[in-house]
């Protein structure tokens, strides 16, 4: 099947968005948007890693999915993708233990955004590769409603005390996001537990990838809808956490997914719009590890904090405030990688893991 710009495009916004919200020029000054919910909720910057990795799905729907079809070999398949994989994950393991090296007061962690994509490119290529579409109805069912049984056999879901937190810190202990300083107990935000749902999440995008592809238009735009509300009535009693990946969020965040990518496909492959974004999505490994490391060696190196307040907001403050100068930043942050990945698809650079 032809590489559809709309995937590129959904994909690389996601990513241009990672690199707005991660990268801001004084984590005390940031737009409530622009945050994650403190615990409980969902705001727009909740929406950006559910996001990338429903499109994980879909990019599986297009690309496995054809060749399963045509009768490669599945082996031959898996074993390539089990291979991206476990790279995708080294990546992510290496920028950590980059980022405990050279930042000041850093600790390492083990798991992390760009480990959980790989599990989760796993988890999702073999399904595409070995299990039929009803089947994998059934997986993303049982995904969610296990998950929710697990929750609830935790007793709670505050921080740190819930079954997620207390596994991930029985197993990774020290070396996860946080470490309570009270207690001594730690939470991970993209632990070992929380990529049950997190595949749910990819499963539902390798769904909406196979209508992309079979141009079933309606049934995205219906699952989109109902997904939404499936995840608003079920977060009734099981609240929308991105922290836990809570099964209700699951649903309402691939809900918004969906209307992204049937918007995005409508606008983009049938009227012929620009496809705003899509060199950041086919470049999206590279522009989000480099900036990673681009941050890392910015604040290890003690230049962002001078580069922040003399370029930004030594005149922005005084003029509009913290805030604006905060926003600033990350935007010309954003900017410098736009030019980047620009470069990158004049000369065919894609970096391929």
């Not at 994950?89 to 994509?117: D, E």
Request: aromatic content about 12%; glycine content about 10%.
């Amino acid at each position: 099947m032809r590489r559809l710009a709309s995937v590129d495009a959904l994909r690389g916004c996601t990513v241009a968005l990672m690199l707005l919200v991660n990268d801001p020029g004084d984590w005390q000054h940031v737009y409530g948007p622009l945050e994650h919910a403190a615990w409980d909720g969902c705001t727009p910057t909740d929406l950006v890693f559910p996001f990338f990795l429903f499109v994980v799905g879909v990019s599986i729907a297009l690309a496995i999915g054809p060749r399963v079809e045509q009768g490669a070999g599945r082996g031959a398949l898996a074993r390539a993708a089990l291979k991206r994989a476990l790279r995708i994950l080294l990546l992510g393991v290496a920028i950590n233990v980059c980022a405990w090296l050279i930042m000041p007061g850093a600790h390492l962690r083990f798991p992390g955004v760009l480990q959980r994509i790989g599990v989760c490119f796993a988890g999702a290529a073999m399904f595409a590769i070995y299990v039929p579409a009803r089947m994998q109805w059934g997986a993303i069912a049982a995904l969610l409603l296990g998950y929710w049984g697990l929750l609830c056999s935790g007793g709670t879901l505050e921080p740190f005390v819930n079954i997620v937190s207390r596994t991930d810190f029985a197993l990774f202990r020290r070396f996860v996001y946080e470490i309570d300083p009270l207690s001594g107990l730690g939470h991970d935000p993209e632990g070992l537990l929380g990529c049950l749902p997190s595949l749910a999440t990819s499963l539902l995008g390798l769904r909406a990838g196979q209508w992309l592809r079979q141009e079933r238009m309606r049934a995205l735009l219906l699952a989109g809808v109902v997904s939404l509300l499936l995840g608003y009535l079920w977060s009734l009693w099981l609240p929308l956490n991105k922290h836990l990946w809570t099964s209700s969020f699951v649903l309402w965040t691939a809900g918004w997914a969906m209307l992204a990518l049937y918007v995005f496909h409508v606008l983009i492959d049938r009227r012929g719009w620009p496809a705003v974004g899509r060199r950041f999505g086919v470049n999206a490994v590279a522009a989000y590890a480099g900036s990673e490391l681009m941050q890392i060696l910015l604040s290890g190196l003690g230049v962002q904090e001078p580069l922040y307040q003399h370029a930004f907001a030594g005149w922005i403050t005084p003029l509009a405030g913290p805030y604006l100068a905060s926003l600033a930043f990350a935007l010309a942050f954003v900017l410098v990688w736009w030019l980047i990945v620009y470069a990158m698809d004049r000369r065919r650079l894609y970096l391929k893991l």
